[in-house]
Protein backbone atom coordinates (compact mmCIF):
# COMPACT_ATOMS: atom_id res chain seq x y z
CA UNK A 1 0.00 0.00 0.00
CA UNK A 2 1.46 3.48 -1.02
CA UNK A 3 0.66 6.61 0.44
CA UNK A 4 0.86 10.19 -1.69
CA UNK A 5 4.23 11.34 -0.63
CA UNK A 6 3.64 14.93 -1.37
CA UNK A 7 0.99 14.68 1.75
CA UNK A 8 3.14 12.66 3.86
CA UNK A 9 6.00 15.80 3.30
CA UNK A 10 3.26 17.90 3.91
CA UNK A 11 2.33 16.01 7.59
CA UNK A 12 6.04 16.12 8.28
CA UNK A 13 6.92 20.19 7.77
CA UNK A 14 3.69 20.60 9.94
CA UNK A 15 4.72 18.10 12.59
CA UNK A 16 8.46 19.71 12.21
CA UNK A 17 6.95 23.32 11.92
CA UNK A 18 4.88 22.68 15.11
CA UNK A 19 7.39 21.06 17.20
CA UNK A 20 10.06 23.66 16.58
CA UNK A 21 7.69 26.64 17.82
CA UNK A 22 7.30 24.70 20.86
CA UNK A 23 11.03 23.71 21.72
CA UNK A 24 11.67 27.25 20.50
CA UNK A 25 9.53 28.60 22.94
CA UNK A 26 10.76 26.80 25.96
CA UNK A 27 14.44 27.14 24.68
CA UNK A 28 13.73 30.78 25.58
CA UNK A 29 14.47 30.47 28.94
CA UNK A 30 16.46 26.93 28.66
CA UNK A 31 19.19 28.16 26.14
CA UNK A 32 22.17 26.79 27.92
CA UNK A 33 20.65 23.80 27.99
CA UNK A 34 20.57 22.42 24.55
CA UNK A 35 16.83 23.31 23.34
CA UNK A 36 18.07 26.65 20.98
CA UNK A 37 20.05 24.19 19.01
CA UNK A 38 17.43 21.39 18.93
CA UNK A 39 14.72 24.49 18.11
CA UNK A 40 16.86 25.00 15.17
CA UNK A 41 17.24 21.67 14.12
CA UNK A 42 13.42 21.17 13.41
CA UNK A 43 13.11 24.09 12.05
CA UNK A 44 15.93 22.92 9.37
CA UNK A 45 14.32 19.61 9.51
CA UNK A 46 10.92 21.48 8.01
CA UNK A 47 12.99 23.75 5.20
CA UNK A 48 14.25 20.56 4.03
CA UNK A 49 11.03 18.72 3.94
CA UNK A 50 9.51 21.68 1.92
CA UNK A 51 12.71 21.59 -0.35
CA UNK A 52 11.57 17.96 -0.63
CA UNK A 53 8.27 18.43 -1.51
CA UNK A 54 9.11 21.06 -4.11
CA UNK A 55 10.85 18.32 -6.60
CA UNK A 56 10.32 19.25 -10.07
CA UNK A 57 9.34 22.79 -9.01
CA UNK A 58 12.66 23.81 -8.24
CA UNK A 59 15.90 23.38 -9.15
CA UNK A 60 17.56 20.12 -8.18
CA UNK A 61 20.19 22.20 -6.43
CA UNK A 62 17.81 23.70 -4.45
CA UNK A 63 15.84 20.68 -4.18
CA UNK A 64 18.42 17.46 -3.71
CA UNK A 65 21.65 19.30 -3.24
CA UNK A 66 20.48 21.79 -0.41
CA UNK A 67 17.30 19.69 0.78
CA UNK A 68 19.66 16.74 2.04
CA UNK A 69 22.47 19.16 3.33
CA UNK A 70 19.71 20.35 5.82
CA UNK A 71 18.47 17.17 6.71
CA UNK A 72 22.08 16.78 7.55
CA UNK A 73 22.48 19.71 9.18
CA UNK A 74 19.30 18.54 11.35
CA UNK A 75 21.73 15.66 12.59
CA UNK A 76 24.58 17.82 13.70
CA UNK A 77 22.21 20.03 15.54
CA UNK A 78 20.78 17.90 17.68
CA UNK A 79 24.27 16.09 18.58
CA UNK A 80 25.51 19.69 19.46
CA UNK A 81 22.23 20.09 21.54
CA UNK A 82 23.09 16.69 23.34
CA UNK A 83 26.61 17.89 23.91
CA UNK A 84 25.55 21.35 25.51
CA UNK A 85 22.80 19.45 27.21
CA UNK A 86 25.35 17.21 28.96
CA UNK A 87 27.84 20.60 29.80
CA UNK A 88 30.73 18.77 27.21
CA UNK A 89 32.16 20.18 24.10
CA UNK A 90 31.49 19.09 21.26
CA UNK A 91 33.48 17.47 18.27
CA UNK A 92 32.51 19.51 15.85
CA UNK A 93 34.23 18.15 13.20
CA UNK A 94 32.83 14.75 13.89
CA UNK A 95 29.26 16.25 13.77
CA UNK A 96 29.57 18.93 11.12
CA UNK A 97 31.83 17.40 8.34
CA UNK A 98 29.16 14.82 7.28
CA UNK A 99 27.13 17.72 5.97
CA UNK A 100 30.42 19.13 3.78
CA UNK A 101 30.17 15.65 2.57
CA UNK A 102 26.78 15.45 2.10
CA UNK A 103 27.33 18.87 0.00
CA UNK A 104 30.16 17.38 -1.72
CA UNK A 105 28.69 14.17 -2.54
CA UNK A 106 24.98 15.23 -3.47
CA UNK A 107 26.43 17.35 -5.81
CA UNK A 108 28.27 15.03 -7.84
CA UNK A 109 25.91 12.36 -7.40
CA UNK A 110 23.23 14.35 -8.69
CA UNK A 111 21.97 12.38 -11.76
CA UNK A 112 22.12 9.30 -10.20
CA UNK A 113 19.36 8.87 -8.03
CA UNK A 114 19.51 5.26 -6.10
CA UNK A 115 23.39 6.24 -5.51
CA UNK A 116 22.38 9.60 -3.73
CA UNK A 117 19.75 7.25 -1.32
CA UNK A 118 22.32 4.90 -0.70
CA UNK A 119 25.21 7.46 0.03
CA UNK A 120 22.54 9.30 2.14
CA UNK A 121 21.45 6.67 4.34
CA UNK A 122 25.08 5.91 5.15
CA UNK A 123 25.64 8.97 6.39
CA UNK A 124 22.41 9.64 8.18
CA UNK A 125 22.61 6.45 9.68
CA UNK A 126 26.51 7.53 11.00
CA UNK A 127 25.23 10.94 12.57
CA UNK A 128 22.40 9.20 13.90
CA UNK A 129 25.07 6.94 15.50
CA UNK A 130 26.70 10.05 17.12
CA UNK A 131 23.68 11.18 19.05
CA UNK A 132 22.61 7.75 20.38
CA UNK A 133 26.31 7.56 21.37
CA UNK A 134 26.32 10.77 22.88
CA UNK A 135 23.31 10.34 24.64
CA UNK A 136 24.62 6.52 26.46
CA UNK A 137 27.58 8.01 27.51
CA UNK A 138 26.08 9.99 29.98
CA UNK A 139 23.06 8.11 30.67
CA UNK A 140 23.88 7.62 34.07
CA UNK A 141 24.37 11.34 34.65
CA UNK A 142 20.76 12.15 33.07
CA UNK A 143 18.23 12.03 34.81
CA UNK A 144 14.71 10.67 33.88
CA UNK A 145 13.28 8.64 30.82
CA UNK A 146 13.16 11.78 28.18
CA UNK A 147 16.59 10.25 27.04
CA UNK A 148 15.43 6.69 26.31
CA UNK A 149 12.71 8.60 24.05
CA UNK A 150 15.34 9.97 21.66
CA UNK A 151 17.40 6.82 21.71
CA UNK A 152 14.35 4.88 20.30
CA UNK A 153 13.29 7.37 17.98
CA UNK A 154 16.67 7.27 16.54
CA UNK A 155 17.17 3.57 16.60
CA UNK A 156 14.09 3.42 14.83
CA UNK A 157 15.16 6.15 12.19
CA UNK A 158 18.05 4.57 11.48
CA UNK A 159 16.02 1.19 10.63
CA UNK A 160 14.20 2.93 7.86
CA UNK A 161 17.16 4.41 6.71
CA UNK A 162 18.19 1.27 6.13
CA UNK A 163 15.24 0.36 5.40
CA UNK A 164 14.94 3.00 2.33
CA UNK A 165 18.75 2.22 0.89
CA UNK A 166 17.82 -1.69 0.74
CA UNK A 167 14.12 -0.91 -0.43
CA UNK A 168 15.58 1.52 -3.40
CA UNK A 169 18.64 -1.02 -4.52
CA UNK A 170 15.82 -3.87 -4.52
CA UNK A 171 12.93 -2.07 -6.38
CA UNK A 172 15.19 0.12 -8.07
CA UNK A 173 12.97 -0.39 -11.27
CA UNK A 174 9.55 0.74 -9.51
CA UNK A 175 11.34 3.78 -7.39
CA UNK A 176 12.47 5.79 -9.84
CA UNK A 177 12.04 9.27 -7.63
CA UNK A 178 11.46 10.29 -3.93
CA UNK A 179 8.34 11.13 -5.48
CA UNK A 180 7.42 7.48 -6.38
CA UNK A 181 4.39 6.22 -5.20
CA UNK A 182 5.73 2.86 -3.35
CA UNK A 183 5.33 1.39 -0.08
CA UNK A 184 8.84 1.40 0.44
CA UNK A 185 9.24 5.40 0.26
CA UNK A 186 6.01 5.46 2.03
CA UNK A 187 6.62 3.80 5.58
CA UNK A 188 10.39 5.02 5.26
CA UNK A 189 8.51 8.76 5.52
CA UNK A 190 5.55 7.83 8.06
CA UNK A 191 7.91 6.48 10.02
CA UNK A 192 10.08 9.56 9.83
CA UNK A 193 7.50 11.68 10.77
CA UNK A 194 6.46 9.22 14.05
CA UNK A 195 10.01 9.50 14.52
CA UNK A 196 9.93 13.35 14.39
CA UNK A 197 7.64 13.58 17.08
CA UNK A 198 9.47 10.68 19.75
CA UNK A 199 12.32 12.52 19.03
CA UNK A 200 11.23 15.92 19.58
CA UNK A 201 9.33 14.57 23.16
CA UNK A 202 12.27 13.11 24.36
CA UNK A 203 14.20 16.00 23.99
CA UNK A 204 11.67 17.91 25.61
CA UNK A 205 11.38 15.74 28.51
CA UNK A 206 15.22 16.10 28.82
CA UNK A 207 15.00 19.38 29.58
CA UNK A 208 11.51 19.14 31.47
CA UNK A 209 13.12 16.21 33.69
CA UNK A 210 16.29 18.11 34.25
CA UNK A 211 14.72 21.38 35.71
CA UNK A 212 12.42 19.10 37.63
CA UNK A 213 15.48 17.56 39.32
CA UNK A 214 17.26 21.08 39.67
CA UNK A 215 14.02 22.36 41.14
CA UNK A 216 14.24 19.24 44.02
CA UNK A 217 18.08 19.96 44.61
CA UNK A 218 16.92 23.63 45.32
CA UNK A 219 14.45 22.73 47.62
CA UNK A 220 16.61 20.09 49.46
CA UNK A 221 19.99 22.11 49.47
CA UNK A 222 21.06 25.63 50.95
CA UNK A 223 21.38 28.22 48.15
CA UNK A 224 25.07 29.62 49.49
CA UNK A 225 26.98 26.91 51.00
CA UNK A 226 25.35 23.79 48.72
CA UNK A 227 24.66 21.47 51.89
CA UNK A 228 21.50 20.48 52.20
CA UNK A 229 19.00 22.69 54.22
CA UNK A 230 17.27 23.05 57.56
CA UNK A 231 14.36 21.43 56.28
CA UNK A 232 16.19 18.67 55.03
CA UNK A 233 18.32 18.11 57.96
CA UNK A 234 15.49 17.16 60.10
CA UNK A 235 13.98 14.84 57.82
CA UNK A 236 16.72 13.06 58.02
CA UNK A 237 17.68 13.39 61.31
CA UNK A 238 14.34 11.67 62.22
CA UNK A 239 14.40 9.17 59.24
CA UNK A 240 18.30 8.68 60.96
CA UNK A 241 17.16 8.17 64.12
CA UNK A 242 13.96 5.87 63.80
CA UNK A 243 16.59 3.39 62.21
CA UNK A 244 19.41 4.19 65.14
CA UNK A 245 16.38 2.20 66.96
CA UNK A 246 15.27 -0.38 64.81
CA UNK A 247 18.49 -1.48 65.06
CA UNK A 248 20.11 -0.53 68.21
CA UNK A 249 22.94 1.35 67.14
CA UNK A 250 24.09 4.83 67.95
CA UNK A 251 23.31 7.48 66.29
CA UNK A 252 25.30 11.28 67.28
CA UNK A 253 24.88 15.07 66.14
CA UNK A 254 27.78 17.62 65.87
CA UNK A 255 26.23 21.10 66.37
CA UNK A 256 29.09 23.69 64.96
CA UNK A 257 29.53 27.28 64.63
CA UNK A 258 31.77 29.83 63.76
CA UNK A 259 33.46 31.91 66.34
CA UNK A 260 32.81 35.42 65.85
CA UNK A 261 31.22 35.74 62.80
CA UNK A 262 29.31 38.82 63.32
CA UNK A 263 32.85 40.34 63.45
CA UNK A 264 33.54 39.06 59.99
CA UNK A 265 30.30 40.51 58.96
CA UNK A 266 30.86 43.82 60.73
CA UNK A 267 34.74 44.25 59.48
CA UNK A 268 34.84 42.97 56.27
CA UNK A 269 31.20 42.77 54.51
CA UNK A 270 28.46 40.33 54.27
CA UNK A 271 30.15 39.32 50.84
CA UNK A 272 33.37 38.47 52.64
CA UNK A 273 30.72 36.47 55.19
CA UNK A 274 29.50 34.75 52.71
CA UNK A 275 32.32 33.83 51.12
CA UNK A 276 33.48 32.51 54.78
CA UNK A 277 30.37 30.65 55.03
CA UNK A 278 30.87 28.28 51.92
CA UNK A 279 34.81 27.69 52.77
CA UNK A 280 33.79 26.73 56.22
CA UNK A 281 31.04 24.54 54.43
CA UNK A 282 33.56 22.88 52.13
CA UNK A 283 35.93 21.87 54.87
CA UNK A 284 33.60 20.67 56.76
CA UNK A 285 32.36 18.31 53.58
CA UNK A 286 35.52 17.66 52.78
CA UNK A 287 36.53 16.12 56.22
CA UNK A 288 33.07 13.95 56.78
CA UNK A 289 32.63 10.30 55.90
CA UNK A 290 30.61 9.37 53.19
CA UNK A 291 27.73 7.84 55.34
CA UNK A 292 27.76 11.30 57.38
CA UNK A 293 24.80 14.11 56.82
CA UNK A 294 26.78 17.77 57.38
CA UNK A 295 23.90 20.66 56.71
CA UNK A 296 23.24 24.15 57.40
CA UNK A 297 21.19 24.56 60.27
CA UNK A 298 21.04 28.55 59.81
CA UNK A 299 23.28 31.78 60.34
CA UNK A 300 26.49 30.45 61.14
CA UNK A 301 25.02 27.29 62.79
CA UNK A 302 25.73 23.55 60.70
CA UNK A 303 24.50 20.38 61.69
CA UNK A 304 26.32 17.12 61.16
CA UNK A 305 24.16 13.68 61.60
CA UNK A 306 26.94 10.65 62.47
CA UNK A 307 25.21 7.88 61.72
CA UNK A 308 26.26 4.22 63.37
CA UNK A 309 28.82 6.91 65.35
CA UNK A 310 29.28 7.16 69.24
CA UNK A 311 29.73 9.68 71.44
CA UNK A 312 33.40 8.93 71.48
CA UNK A 313 33.79 8.72 67.59
CA UNK A 314 31.56 11.74 67.72
CA UNK A 315 34.46 13.31 69.12
CA UNK A 316 37.20 12.30 67.58
CA UNK A 317 35.57 13.93 63.87
CA UNK A 318 35.16 16.58 65.36
CA UNK A 319 38.56 17.73 66.57
CA UNK A 320 39.03 17.08 62.69
CA UNK A 321 36.80 19.47 62.07
CA UNK A 322 37.98 22.08 64.66
CA UNK A 323 41.64 21.60 63.40
CA UNK A 324 40.45 21.23 59.77
CA UNK A 325 39.07 24.86 59.62
CA UNK A 326 41.45 26.91 62.06
CA UNK A 327 44.28 25.43 59.67
CA UNK A 328 42.67 26.33 56.61
CA UNK A 329 43.44 30.02 55.55
CA UNK A 330 39.93 32.29 54.67
CA UNK A 331 40.13 35.14 52.42
CA UNK A 332 37.84 38.30 52.56
CA UNK A 333 36.72 39.62 49.11
CA UNK A 334 39.47 42.38 49.22
CA UNK A 335 41.72 39.57 49.51
CA UNK A 336 42.47 40.15 52.85
CA UNK A 337 43.63 37.08 55.64
CA UNK A 338 40.55 36.15 58.10
CA UNK A 339 41.41 33.65 60.99
CA UNK A 340 38.56 31.31 61.60
CA UNK A 341 37.41 28.94 64.38
CA UNK A 342 34.72 26.73 64.83
CA UNK A 343 33.22 26.00 68.44
CA UNK A 344 31.48 21.80 68.61
CA UNK A 345 28.94 20.55 70.47
CA UNK A 346 28.71 16.79 70.89
CA UNK A 347 25.38 14.88 71.50
CA UNK A 348 24.90 10.78 71.23
CA UNK A 349 21.68 9.34 71.17
CA UNK A 350 22.27 7.16 73.92
CA UNK A 351 23.33 10.03 76.35
CA UNK A 352 19.00 10.67 76.31
CA UNK A 353 16.26 8.96 77.00
CA UNK A 354 13.97 7.87 74.25
CA UNK A 355 14.82 10.77 72.71
CA UNK A 356 13.08 13.35 69.32
CA UNK A 357 14.56 15.01 67.10
CA UNK A 358 14.03 18.40 69.29
CA UNK A 359 15.82 16.78 71.88
CA UNK A 360 18.84 15.61 70.34
CA UNK A 361 19.51 18.81 68.66
CA UNK A 362 18.75 21.02 71.83
CA UNK A 363 21.40 18.31 73.80
CA UNK A 364 24.00 19.50 71.21
CA UNK A 365 23.50 23.20 71.16
CA UNK A 366 24.20 22.93 75.12
CA UNK A 367 27.06 21.35 74.07
CA UNK A 368 27.77 23.63 71.99
CA UNK A 369 26.84 26.94 74.22
CA UNK A 370 29.72 24.90 77.08
CA UNK A 371 32.15 25.10 73.92
CA UNK A 372 31.74 28.96 73.67
CA UNK A 373 31.49 29.56 77.39
CA UNK A 374 34.77 27.67 77.91
CA UNK A 375 36.41 30.00 75.37
CA UNK A 376 35.64 29.12 71.71
CA UNK A 377 38.05 27.19 69.38
CA UNK A 378 36.65 23.56 71.22
CA UNK A 379 34.95 20.52 71.06
CA UNK A 380 31.99 20.03 74.32
CA UNK A 381 29.73 16.71 74.80
CA UNK A 382 26.74 17.22 76.44
CA UNK A 383 26.63 15.86 79.69
CA UNK A 384 22.96 15.24 81.01
Not at 148 to 166: E, K, N, P, R, S
Not at 235 to 255: C, I, N, S, V, Y
Request: hydrophobic content about 55%.
Amino acid sequence: MAAHIPTLFMVIMALSATLAIAVGIAARTQLREGMAYWALGLLAHTIAYLLFALRGQVSDWLSVVLGNVLLSCVFALFAEGVFQFQKRRSPRWLLWSPVVLVAILFSALLPWYLARVVVGALIFIFQSLVVVVAVLQKRRETVGAGQYFLVTGFLVLIAMMLLQGVGVVLHREEIKSVLTAHWVPSLVFLMSSLCTVVVSLGLILMAKERVEERNRSLAMRDELTGLINRRSLLEALAQQLAMARRHGQPLALLMVDIDYFKQVNDLHGHLSGDKVLKAVAQAIARRTRAQDLPGRLGGEEFLVILPNTTAQGAVQLAEILRQGVGTTEFQSTSGKSIAITISIGVCEQGQLLAPQCDDMISAADQALYLAKQNGRNRVEVFSP
